[in-house]
């Protein structure tokens, strides 16, 4: 069998400053009550009020029976 290429995405990686990443985690939690998206982890290091918003986001994933742990 024949290896297939895939193409692969670049990840477009910009450094952002805490208020701006504050305001997009706000932005991902709106956006994730409606969608689904793909993780993608990194060793470099996380506001803890970034963190927090991302698990009020994961908060708000379906779930059985749409009851959350």
Partial sequence: MAIQHIKTITLDYRKLDHSEMIKRSEAFYVTMG???SVRHFS???VSLDVIKTCIKTAGSAPSGA???P
Avoid: I, L, V, Y
């Fill in 66 to 68: 749409n009851r959350q």
């Fill in 34 to 36: 409606s969608r689904r």
């Fill in 43 to 45: 060793n470099k290091p």
